[in-house]
């Protein structure tokens, strides 16, 4: 949450500083600093420890993305780290540029995901009745949402952000095919490999076809059986991809091995991080990222602040560090498709995400500070750095789908109208 008294904030915190910490301008970080303080709340960033090193080029872009001063701890600077080649993205960068605003890509979109979600859920019954994958029709699907990310990403991540429940295992494979497309966009991939990280994505989660439905669907703890069951779902993934001709080899691996943790913990072969493809990393923190904002029982739902602050607490443990790193700067604090309120009340949905200042998208307002129905307007609210907005528009608080009686789907269905 944001705080309405967040123009006072650095100055209460250099009230509170003792002599051992320095205020610096995120311009003169440097690896091997200690951060101990923010210009803002922890709570509003996805850094979960209340103080932390800097050990990579990745953290100090975070904190220039987030903040424009933090207090580096005097005693701890210095440690040093060297950024060797291992904390780096490899491969070489495409940059991409949005050819469409998203409200001028929203209709043609909803289209492309329409015929996509059809398409996924003929591959999947294919399977479900004893069927391989098609893989001429999956490719297919990856194609057009390649084209929409390339126009613009934020109109198709407005697409997968609600559900039908009774389509999960199909809904969340395009999903997770969608967000992994942005985040390949973001990596600097080409063509190619954007159309090969998205079929990996649409096929990640084919082994679960396999495993009977109670256990899918049970809340809670499962049996020692029913977990055999599930881990055993990678596996069921592999051979049927490898039973599907045509498929890209790299959709296999990452059927097989996107259970598998950097440290040592997954499954089903216990890989540690050198050993897992680099395909099967990023989808797997896509696919837990889309688990947790979108997860099969809705009220088991969490925010996408909340969601990017665990990714970011299992950060080298359960997922590659500098690739959750680049995720969260890949889907933004707040992603589009975001219900927010204001500081000044008014609720709205984020449009589009800011990838220079993660904390000032534009957004659509929809209610005013009673919470009543205005006329829908257009707000960039980067603009209240330079002066041209109010400070009472910075966001206060995230919500979830259905707050205030606010419908994704229906604006997901409508389509976007407002004043600017």
């Given at each position: 949450?944001?705080?309405?008294?967040?123009?006072?904030?650095?100055?209460?915190?250099?009230?509170?500083?003792?002599?051992?910490?320095?205020?610096?301008?995120?311009?003169?970080?440097?690896?091997?600093?200690?951060?101990?303080?923010?210009?803002?709340?922890?709570?509003?960033?996805?850094?979960?420890?209340?103080?932390?090193?800097?050990?990579?080029?990745?953290?100090?872009?975070?904190?220039?993305?987030?903040?424009?001063?933090?207090?580096?701890?005097?005693?701890?600077?210095?440690?040093?780290?060297?950024?060797?080649?291992?904390?780096?993205?490899?491969?070489?960068?495409?940059?991409?540029?949005?050819?469409?605003?998203?409200?001028?890509?929203?209709?043609?979109?909803?289209?492309?995901?329409?015929?996509?979600?059809?398409?996924?859920?003929?591959l999947l019954d294919d399977v479900r009745l004893g069927g391989v994958i098609d893989s001429v029709e999956a490719k297919k699907t990856v194609d057009e949402c390649v084209l929409s990310i390339i126009r613009n990403q934020d109109a198709l991540v407005w697409m997968s952000k609600v559900r039908e429940q009774d389509e999960y295992i199909a809904e969340h494979s395009l999903n997770v095919c969608i967000l992994a497309i942005c985040f390949g966009r973001y990596l600097g991939l080409d063509d190619l490999e954007l159309r090969?990280?998205?079929?990996?994505?649409?096929?990640?989660?084919?082994?679960?076809?396999?495993?009977?439905?109670?256990?899918?669907?049970?809340?809670?703890?499962?049996?020692?059986?029913?977990?055999?069951?599930?881990?055993?779902?990678?596996?069921?993934?592999?051979?049927?991809?490898?039973?599907?001709?045509?498929?890209?080899?790299?959709?296999?691996?990452?059927?097989?091995?996107?259970?598998?943790?950097?440290?040592?913990?997954?499954?089903?072969?216990?890989?540690?991080?050198?050993?897992?493809?680099?395909?099967?990393?990023?989808?797997?923190?896509?696919?837990?990222?889309?688990?947790?904002?979108?997860?099969?029982?809705?009220?088991?739902?969490?925010?996408?602040?909340?969601?990017?602050?665990?990714?970011?607490?299992?950060?080298?443990?359960?997922?590659?560090?500098?690739?959750?790193?680049?995720?969260?700067?890949?889907?933004?604090?707040?992603?589009?498709?975001?219900?927010?309120?204001?500081?000044?009340?008014?609720?709205?949905?984020?449009?589009?995400?800011?990838?220079?200042?993660?904390?000032?998208?534009?957004?659509?307002?929809?209610?005013?500070?009673?919470?009543?129905?205005?006329?829908?307007?257009?707000?960039?609210?980067?603009?209240?750095?330079?002066?041209?907005?109010?400070?009472?528009?910075?966001?206060?608080?995230?919500?979830?789908?259905?707050?205030?009686?606010?419908?994704?789907?229906?604006?997901?269905?409508?389509?976007?109208?407002?004043?600017?």
């Open positions: 949450m944001i705080s309405a008294a967040r123009k006072n904030t650095a100055d209460e915190l250099s009230q509170n500083q003792g002599e051992k910490t320095k205020k610096t301008h995120v311009s003169r970080l440097q690896l091997g600093m200690y951060v101990s303080k923010l210009d803002r709340p922890w709570s509003e960033t996805p850094f979960l420890m209340q103080g932390f090193l800097i050990e990579t080029h990745d953290d100090i872009e975070l904190l220039g993305e987030l903040c424009t001063f933090v207090w580096i701890d005097a005693v701890i600077e210095g440690w040093g780290v060297t950024a060797g080649a291992e904390t780096q993205v490899p491969g070489y960068r495409v940059r991409y540029i949005n050819k469409l605003p998203p409200q001028h890509e929203h209709k043609q979109a909803l289209g492309v995901y329409r015929e996509a979600r059809r398409l996924t859920k003929t090969n990280l998205g079929l990996s994505g649409l096929l990640h989660d084919v082994g679960k076809l396999r495993i009977p439905a109670g256990t899918l669907n049970r809340r809670g703890d499962l049996s020692e059986r029913e977990e055999r069951l599930l881990r055993a779902s990678p596996v069921h993934g592999r051979n049927l991809l490898m039973a599907s001709p045509g498929v890209y080899r790299g959709a296999i691996d990452v059927a097989y091995s996107v259970c598998e943790r950097v440290d040592g913990r997954g499954y089903p072969r216990g890989l540690k991080a050198s050993n897992i493809p680099r395909f099967a990393k990023i989808i797997a923190i896509v696919n837990a990222y889309d688990e947790m904002t979108v997860p099969r029982h809705p009220e088991d739902a969490v925010t996408c602040t909340e969601a990017l602050r665990s990714l970011f607490r299992l950060r080298g443990k359960a997922f590659d560090k500098n690739l959750v790193l680049a995720f969260i700067k890949t889907v933004g604090l707040y992603p589009p498709g975001t219900i927010v309120e204001l500081c000044n009340g008014e609720v709205g949905l984020v449009l589009e995400s800011n990838p220079r200042h993660q904390h000032l998208p534009k957004v659509i307002t929809l209610l005013n500070c009673q919470k009543q129905a205005k006329r829908e307007r257009l707000l960039d609210l980067s603009h209240i750095e330079s002066g041209k907005l109010s400070r009472q528009f910075y966001i206060k608080q995230v919500h979830l789908d259905g707050s205030f009686g606010i419908s994704l789907q229906e604006y997901k269905e409508k389509g976007l109208r407002f004043a600017r």
